[in-house]
C-alpha cells in the first residue's frame, strides 16, 4: 500500500471524526476525547498510542463506527490491508451512513485493484452526500478508469449546475474530466464557472492548462496571461507559459518565463529543471550545468536530474563522466530507451564501438527510433559492416525522409561500395538539406570526381575548406524527452 493512500485515509478520518454533538452520557464524552486523541496520534504516527486509545473506545462500545474506522486506517498504515477492509465494513454495518468508511473503504479496494467494487462504495458515498465535491472527484475519475463516460458525462452536468464546489474543486474535477478525455465537457465545465467568476486564477489556470495539454497553444497563453494578472508571479503559472512558449519552439520567450520564475521561487526543483532543460535546448551549458549539479546534489537517486546532469556533461565534451552518469541512469530506469540511447553516443563519441553497440541496439529493442538507427548504423559503418549500416540508414530515411546526416551517411557508404550514381543522388539530398553538413560537401566533392564532374567536384571541394575554415560542433545527437522528476 502506498504512502500517498495511507495520508488519503487520515485525511479522511480527521474529516470524519471532528467533534461531534452526539455524545451525552460521560462515558461517550470520554470515547469521544479518546478518538480524537487517537486521530491525532494516527497524524503524528504514534501508533502504538494510536491502538490503545483506540481498544479502550472499542472494548467499551464494540460497534464504535468511528473507532472501527479509525482502527481500519491504522491497520492499512500497518500495511494489512485484509484486516483493514475487515474494519471498515465493519464500521458499515454498525452505521451505514458512515461517510468516512465508505470513503476509506473506496480508497482501500482502489489500491488493491478492485475499482469496480470500489465504485459501488463510492456510489453509496455519493447518496449520503452529493453535495461533497471531493466525493464527486473520485466518482467521476472511478466513472473514466471504468471507462462509464456517460456516467461521468451525466456526473459532470450535474456538478457544473451544483452551487456547493468552489473555483479549486471546480478545477480540479475539470481537470480530472480532461484527462478521462471529456476534453470539451472539461472545458465546458470551466467556462460556465468562468462566467460566474470571471478572475478567478484557479478556473484561468485550469483552462490554460487542459488547453495546453490538448494542443490548444494560443488560447492556452491567453488563457494562462490572464491567470497570471490575477495572481502575479505565481511560479506555477509561469512554468505553464514557459512550456506553451517551448511547445511552440520559443525557447527564449520559454527561459525569459523561467528567469522570472526563479526569482519567484528560487527554492522551486521543478522550477530549475524546467531552466535547466530549456538552457540545454538552447546549448546554454554554463546555464544549464549548474541547474542540473544543484538538483543532483539534492537528490542524487533522481533519474531525470541524472539524465540532465549527464546531458549537460556531455554537451560540453565531459563525455567519460556522461557515460558514469548514464549507467546510473539505466540502472534505475532499466526500460528507458532514451537513457540507452544517450549512452551508446556517448561511447560512440569516446570511439568504444562495442559499448555503442550494445547500449543503442538495447534502445532500439525498447522503442523503435530513427535516430538511435542513425548512431548504430554509423557505428557499424565504422566497424567496417557496411551492409548492416546501408539497412540501417535506409530505414531511417523510410520513416524520416528528411534526415540529412542519414542521406550524407548513405551516399558515403555508396561511394565506399563504388556506387557513385547511387550516391551522387544521396549526398546531393543531404547537402539541399543541410548545406552546412561537411562531411557531405567533402564526400559528393569525392563522387563529383569519381564521375569526371570536375568542376562539381572543384565546388564541392572549397565549400568543403570554406565550412572546415569556420567548423562548428555538429549536433548528431538529438537529446530525447525523458519523464519529469517525480515530486
Do not use: W
Not at 296 to 323: D, I, N, S
Not at 415 to 429: C, I, P, S
Request: with cysteine.
Amino acid at each position: 500500500m502506498t504512502n500517498r493512500f495511507c495520508q488519503a485515509l487520515l485525511l479522511l478520518v480527521l474529516l470524519s471524526t471532528a467533534p461531534a454533538l452526539r455524545a451525552q452520557t460521560r462515558g461517550e464524552q470520554l470515547n469521544l476525547q479518546r478518538l480524537e486523541q487517537a486521530a491525532a496520534a494516527l497524524g503524528a504516527g504514534e501508533f502504538g498510542r494510536a491502538e490503545s486509545l483506540l481498544s479502550a473506545v472499542l472494548a467499551a462500545s464494540p460497534r464504535d463506527a468511528d473507532a472501527l474506522n479509525l482502527l481500519g486506517v491504522l491497520r492499512a498504515r500497518q500495511q494489512k490491508g485484509a484486516e483493514a477492509e475487515r474494519l471498515f465494513r465493519r464500521a458499515l454495518e454498525a452505521e451505514p451512513s458512515h461517510l468516512g468508511a465508505h470513503l476509506n473503504l473506496c480508497e482501500l479496494l482502489v489500491t488493491t485493484g478492485r475499482a469496480s467494487e470500489a465504485l459501488d462504495v463510492l456510489l453509496a458515498a455519493h447518496r449520503l452526500a452529493p453535495e461533497r465535491p471531493d466525493v464527486s472527484l473520485k466518482l467521476a475519475s472511478l466513472y473514466l478508469s471504468n471507462g462509464r463516460r456517460e456516467e461521468a458525462r451525466s456526473l459532470a452536468r450535474e456538478y457544473s449546475a451544483s452551487a456547493a464546489a468552489d473555483a479549486q474543486a471546480r478545477a480540479e474535477f475539470a481537470v480530472t474530466l480532461a484527462r478521462g478525455g471529456l476534453v470539451d465537457e472539461a472545458l465546458e465545465l470551466l467556462e460556465a464557472a468562468r462566467a460566474r467568476e470571471p478572475r478567478s486564477f484557479q478556473i484561468l489556470f485550469a483552462l490554460g492548462y487542459i488547453s495546453a495539454a490538448t494542443g490548444r497553444l494560443e488560447k492556452a497563453e491567453a488563457y494562462l496571461n490572464e491567470a497570471l494578472s490575477a495572481k502575479p508571479d505565481d511560479a506555477e503559472t509561469l512554468r505553464a507559459l514557459a512550456s506553451v512558449a517551448r511547445s511552440r519552439g520559443e525557447l527564449e520567450k520559454a527561459l525569459a518565463y523561467l528567469v522570472r520564475a526563479r526569482r519567484v521561487a528560487p527554492e522551486s526543483p521543478r522550477v530549475l529543471y524546467d531552466f535547466g532543460v530549456t538552457a540545454l535546448q538552447m546549448g546554454l551549458l554554463l546555464d544549464a550545468l549548474p541547474a542540473f549539479e544543484q538538483l543532483h546534489r539534492a537528490r542524487p537517486q533522481e533519474p531525470a536530474y541524472l539524465y540532465g546532469l549527464a546531458a549537460a556533461r556531455f554537451k560540453k565534451g565531459e563525455t567519460a563522466e556522461a557515460v558514469r552518469l548514464l549507467k546510473e541512469y539505466v540502472a534505475l530506469r532499466p526500460k528507458d530507451a532514451a537513457g540507452f540511447y544517450l549512452l551508446g553516443a556517448a561511447h560512440a563519441s569516446l570511439e568504444q564501438s562495442a559499448e555503442a553497440r550494445a547500449a543503442l541496439e538495447q534502445s532500439l529493442k525498447l522503442k523503435p527510433d530513427p535516430d538511435a538507427e542513425y548512431l548504430l548504423g554509423e557505428t557499424l559503418a565504422k566497424e567496417g559492416e557496411r551492409a548492416a549500416a546501408v539497412e540501417l540508414f535506409r530505414r531511417v530515411l523510410q520513416t524520416r525522409p528528411e534526415h540529412a546526416a542519414a542521406h550524407a551517411a548513405l551516399g558515403t557508404a555508396y561511394r565506399e561500395q563504388g556506387d557513385f550514381a547511387a550516391a551522387k543522388t544521396e549526398l546531393e539530398r543531404a547537402v539541399a538539406l543541410d548545406p552546412d553538413d561537411l562531411r557531405a560537401s567533402y564526400q559528393l566533392g569525392l563522387v563529383y570526381g569519381k564521375l569526371g564532374d570536375a568542376e562539381g567536384a572543384k565546388r564541392m571541394f572549397a565549400r568543403a575548406d570554406e565550412l572546415r575554415g569556420r567548423e562548428r560542433q555538429r549536433e548528431s545527437v538529438i537529446l530525447k524527452l525523458i519523464d519529469p522528476p517525480q515530486q
